[in-house]
């Protein structure tokens, strides 16, 4: 059995060190992969693609992929806030890999990065991807954007049974905004009280930036998170405006 590999890596303490707007911004990146193959996806690299490389270098893992939550420049490179972000585009260049995206987000990811559509592999929900022996499932989670996605895997050692990498679907604290360009808060409302609620409580949240903690279990989330106490459509829309 594949030995699971995963890591958090958090912008200006992990990787883009000196970038005091990466920093801001509280980025989480994840390498997730076969500890055995030494092989690994990486999950939204932004910021600091060197940086990120370099991780996955020293603990001995070359990355062959990468994972797209959702299109944001944070998350994948692009221009924002008068910023060029490094993402996808020099990865690609580097590591000479794909970028796995849902198909609904697809368009939106070459417009901001300035990739093609053979540089994407598009994806429905359910499909999953395999790196060495370990399968990473793809769940649909609209409502940040069109083509949100989680990602779900399994084989942990700290007792949670599998970890969620939720980008900015569900934070500890709070979830991803709906007011930006695509996002939808019904939408929204349903992926977090109807996809998400079919997990186990045991899941491990590993969120997509560092509001209110690093990680936690769905169950915990559930309890503390004050988005999850909003169980009807109408004080959600409410609260999100």
Sequence with gaps: MAQLYLRQLLAGRDFARTDATAAGMQNFVYL??????HECMVVDPAW???????????DGMTITGAMVTHYHPDHVGGSMFGFDIEGL?????????????HRLEAASVRAVTGLSSSDLVEHDSGDRVRVGGIDIELLHTPGHTPGSMCFRVAGLTHGEEEALVAGDTLFLQGCGRVDLPGGDA??????????????????????????????????QVRRTNPTMQLTTLQSFLRRMG
């Design 32 to 37: 997730i992969g076969d500890a055995d193959a």
């Design 48 to 58: 600091d693609v060197g940086g990120i490389i370099d991780v996955a270098a020293a």
């Design 89 to 101: 585009a020099e990865l690609g260049s580097r590591c000479h890999c794909k970028a796995h995206v």
């Design 186 to 219: 019904e939408q929204m409302f349903r992926t977090l009280h109807e996809r998400l609620a079919t997990l186990p409580g045991e899941t491990l949240l590993l969120p997509g930036h560092a509001y209110g903690g690093d990680k936690a279990t769905l169950a």
